[in-house]
C-alpha cells in the first residue's frame, strides 16, 4: 500500500465512480481499476462494492477513507517539514551569549529572526564567554556571540554587530560634562574592571589603559558587565564598558564615550564544517540583514 494508491482510492471514494475519479486524476479508467484490485488483495478486503449502477464503499472502505486521508495530510505535513529543515526555515538553534550581549542587542536581533523564520526554535544559554566558546567546540551549542574573536582552528568568527566603548562614571564625577573622556584622564580613578580571566575582551581593556599609559587601579572584578553600574554607582570609581550596557542602568551614574574611540565588537563564533541547513541560514539571514 502506497500513497499513490491510498490517493486513488481517495478519489474513487470521493466521487463514488471510476470513470469520474479516473478524469479527475487524468488517467484513464483501466489503471485505476487495476491499482483499486491490487489494493483490495494486499489489504484481503473489499473495499467497494460496484453494481451496473453505483458503486459504494463497504465498512472496511469507510474505515480506509478516514485512515487514508489522515495518512495523506500527514504525509503532505512531512513533505513539508522536512523540505523546510533542508532549507533551514525549521529546526532548532542553541545559542550562547553573556547577559550583557543578550540585553544589548542580541535580543532584538533574535525577535526579527523569529519573524523571518517563524518555525525555527531558539534556544539561549547565559553564559560566560570562554564557555560559550567551549560549548560550540563541543556541540553542545551552535553559535557564540563574543566580543573575541575565535582562537580555534575549528572555528570561525563573523562580525555581528558594532559598539563603541564608553565609560561609566558616578554622577558626581568631575569628568561628568564632557562630550567625551580620554582614556589616560581616567589614569587616577580607581577602576571596576572585567576579571581578566573571564574573556579575551577583559584583557583587551586592560591592555588598552597601559596603552594609554597607566596600570588602572582596580577597586572590584566581575565576570559580566551587567553587574558594573550598580558598583559605579555606589562608588566604586569609574568602568570601561560597551555602549549598551546604558540600555540597563539607573540614574545614579553617566557614560561618556572614550576619545580615540575603543571597540566592543560581537562576533558570531561557529563550526567551520557546520552542518546544519538552519545554522548555515541563520548566519546567511544575519549576512543579508547587515546590509540592508
Known sequence: MDLRQLRYFLAVAEELSFTRA??????????????????????????????????ELTAAGQELEAQARALLEQAARTR??????????????????????????????????????????????????????????????????????ADSAELASTLAWQEAISVILPRGHRLVGRPHVGLAELSADEHVMLHP????????????CVDAGFLPRISQQVVDSQSIPSLIAAGFGVSLVPASTAAFTSDDVVFVPIA?????????????????????????????????
Open 80 to 149: 513539508l517539514h522536512v523540505k523546510a529543515i533542508g532549507a533551514g526555515r525549521s529546526g532548532t538553534i542553541a545559542i550562547g551569549a553573556t547577559g550583557t550581549i543578550l540585553r544589548g542587542g542580541l535580543a532584538q536581533w533574535l525577535s526579527a529572526y523569529r519573524r523571518h523564520a517563524p518555525d525555527v526554535r531558539t534556544v539561549i544559554f547565559e553564559q560566560a564567554p570562554a564557555l560559550q566558546v567551549k560549548a560550540v567546540l563541543e556541540l553542545r551549542t551552535d553559535i557564540s556571540f563574543n566580543r573575541s574573536v
Open 22 to 55: 479516473a478524469a479527475r486524476l487524468n488517467i484513464s479508467q483501466p489503471p485505476l481499476s487495476q491499482q483499486i484490485a491490487q489494493l483490495e488483495a494486499e489489504l484481503d478486503t473489499k473495499l467497494f462494492t460496484r453494481t451496473s449502477r453505483r458503486v
Open 197 to 208: 580571566d573571564s574573556s579575551e575582551f577583559a584583557r583587551y581593556l586592560q591592555r588598552c
Open 260 to 292: 580615540p574611540a575603543l571597540v566592543a565588537d560581537v562576533y558570531m563564533i561557529y563550526r567551520r564544517r557546520e552542518q546544519s541547513p538552519t545554522v548555515h541560514e541563520f548566519l546567511r539571514w544575519r549576512q543579508m540583514a547587515g546590509r540592508a
